[in-house]
């Protein structure tokens, strides 16, 4: 009968198990294939559209100062008046420059093509200089500006964002072109400013899929382990002006990829995330159900044998502790002492064992009941764990006698526990029929010696004890003293 029941025990167990897994398992991967999809089809390219909002925000203040430098009318008369004096131009271009902190100001002149700059005039344009080709390209442009990233003509090294602002006259008459120029640098910083707000990687890759611009936090040890891999991402990716892809990378991530044109730059703005956030937290709610499904079949099992394990605890608390004192029962202290005495060998340490007896303690149960002496038994025991490590033993050898077992303590430090413990009984008051009562207790010490057997050191102790009752009593006998020690 107990196997069957047992039997159907574990039969529902694994039911309700398997209801749970399967249901589970269902809503996991259903949910993760919807986030997925939310994040390639919504949330990044919501992330990039804001992104690219933003950079246009941050690029209008260079735009609008190129716009009021085009249709300034200093230049106009400047330029109509036949580009004489050309130090008028280069100090209002510097005024521009101071005025609204931009890396550099420039105007070129259509009649002239005099490159006209903050230090001065710097060279004339030609059409057959191929790095001058800009200025033709934002010439033939039907916008009012064109935006491109160079080399900064005054300083080669450093690489700059130039708004090229086309400048007409009432007639419609190309004059020249006038703007500003901005550190690559700054747009480097929005870009972290970005990835710290958003949480995801940014960067800028060319129509060839090079990564022209990106952050200081960029992830370039992920993208050389998965370089083939986010070679054809790009390959898919940046055929559109707008499109997303993901992949697996070498380390089991998931790699996904957003793409935006910004046609200002001609550049393709990525966003990119490795994994997904909730797609985390949805495996941590699937661990849980599963965590759930697992505690509830183990309470049925528990239920089951709940009574069994209260009897099994309850049997093994009697065999092991005294029920009067919470102290060690005298049927596993020799087990716990071979364990001691394993670990002392191993650790070359001392070990030593105190017999302590309550003098007197038949008068306390004649005199004043059996009561009054549990209870002399109960705060004797106290007091003694009370002055020992939570690694020594006390154990309750007799009626009312204690043994105690100090690993790690020679001879020596032994007999001062003792006198201690000895001393805070002998302190101790009890008050019994209106009478104080006070009781004290004597000791044999024993240090175990090299291959002694348990019974040996025991039997050391309890006739160094016998020595300290004859020597009258409230007295501890160590192995190496003979003489009488009282309080």
Known sequence: MVVNKRF????LSVIVLTGFL?????????????????????MLPLTSDNIYSEIQRDLL????ISSLMANDVFVFDWVNGGEKDASKMTSYLAQIQKKYNTITAFFISEKSRLYYHPSGVLKKISEKHEDESWYFEAKKSRNPYVINIDRDTADVRRLSIFVNYRIEDKSGNFIGIIGVGLALQSVVELIENYQKRYGREIYFVNRQG????????????????????LSKAFVKILTSPSASSSFKTNNGSTLYLNSRLVPEFDWHLIVEQVNDPSSDRIETAFIINMAVALVISVIVLLLAHVAVRGYHERLESMATQDKLTGATSRQVFEFYFGQAVARCKRRDESLSLVLL??????????????QAGDLVLTRIAQLIKSHVREEDIVCRWGGEEFLLLLTSCNLERARGITEIIRSAVAGLEFHFNNQVVRVTISAGLAEMQQSEAFAQVVERADHHLYEAKHAGRNCIKPDSDTDNETA
């Open 210 to 229: 090079e990564i022209m611009l990106r952050s200081s936090q960029y992830h370039a040890e992920l993208h050389n382990e998965n370089k083939a891999a």
């Open 357 to 370: 007896d309550i003098d007197l303690f038949k008068l306390i149960n004649d005199n004043y009941g059996h």
């Open 61 to 64: 203040q260079p735009l609008l």
């Open 22 to 42: 399967a249901t589970s398992l269902i809503g996991y991967f259903v949910a993760k294939d919807s986030l997925t999809e939310r994040l390639q089809q919504e």
């Open 8 to 11: 159907y025990i574990i039969i």
